[in-house]
């Protein structure tokens, strides 16, 4: 029998189709294997997601599969830190929230992975910082690239110090008793906004009031001080990371408390160009900067 060659390449594209698997909703295997490329309205930058970091991968995969990101734009830029995108509501269609559109947003787990560090160019996912997030959940949605440049032996020593303060900061707020008032206040604020503020009770004042004097009660900065007194065996870089941060730059005081999950490739003159555009006190550019599209291609 003569077969076509219309038909091979049919069979064939079958049988490659067949071979691969859903790993989960929105993610094929071929998936984790490839680089993600996100058009911009100042370039392109080819971002690689870590299979360290199997939660955010899959997310993320998920979400430029559905073409969640494609319109957003950047809505948080600023030179030499990071620039952040993720807020649904920079869609041309939305009207602009800076909180994002809660009935969207979502939370996955942290995932934090010392291998994993805040180098230039290092994709995290942003988050909630302060007792409203004790568990250091990630932002299902909104992620920030980061394009700080390098640092010196002295800023290096302060940044350590900053990340030590926050790790006791995090062990008091997960300490038996206060984490149980801790989630309960976020639990009950989280219920609130998801109504309308002219639908808020007398009741809910009072109750939202009195559950957040409980966490005050406990006066968390002094006793994060104390904490960060009694340390002994004190968070320092790995072994090569300072001279990553002196040679090729990033945000170190990120370690530790938010969650990298992968790292630009190629087109950081890209994020540069976006890190310098106007902004206004926010850090909102005056002229939106738009992720055109992003989609998964084959790895170089």
């Not at 996100?38 to 360290?52: A, H, K, Q, W, Y």
């Not at 540069?272 to 992003?294: E, Q």
Request: aromatic share 8%; proline share 3%.
């Amino acid at each position: 029998m003569k077969f076509t060659k219309p038909f091979i390449i049919v069979c064939l594209l079958v049988f490659l189709t067949g071979c691969d698997k859903k790993i989960e909703e929105g993610v094929m295997k071929s998936d984790l294997s490839k680089d993600v490329e996100m058009v911009t309205d100042l370039g392109n930058i080819i971002i690689r997601l870590s299979d360290e970091t199997p939660i955010h991968r899959n997310n993320f995969i998920k979400l430029v599969n559905q073409k969640f990101y494609d319109s957003i734009a950047f809505h948080r830029v600023i030179e030499n830190f990071v620039i952040q995108a993720g807020n649904p509501t920079t869609k041309p269609s939305e009207e602009y929230k800076g909180n994002g559109d809660p009935k969207l947003s979502y939370t996955i787990e942290s995932e934090i992975n010392d291998k994993l560090f805040h180098k230039r160019g290092a994709i995290g996912a942003a988050r909630t910082g302060g007792v409203s997030n004790r568990k250091r959940l990630s932002s299902g949605l909104q992620f920030y690239i980061v394009q700080r440049g390098v640092y010196v032996d002295s800023t290096l020593n302060k940044t350590l110090e900053r990340i030590n303060k926050q790790l006791a900061y995090n062990t008091v707020v997960n300490s038996p008793g206060i984490s149980d008032d801790i989630d309960a206040f976020t639990s009950f604020r989280e219920e609130l906004s998801l109504k309308a503020e002219k639908e808020y009770t007398k009741n809910d004042t009072i109750q939202l009031n009195s559950l957040y004097s409980k966490v005050e009660l406990y006066k968390i900065d002094s006793l994060a001080e104390v904490a960060y007194e009694n340390m002994i065996n004190k968070y320092d870089f790995p072994e090569g990371r300072r001279e990553v941060y002196k040679t090729i730059g990033g945000t170190p005081h990120l370690d530790q408390n938010y969650t990298v999950f992968g790292q630009v490739v190629k087109g950081m003159d890209v994020v540069d160009s976006i890190a310098v555009v106007k902004t206004n006190d926010a850090g909102k550019p005056i002229k939106d900067v738009r992720i055109i599209s992003v989609k998964m291609i084959e790895r170089e």
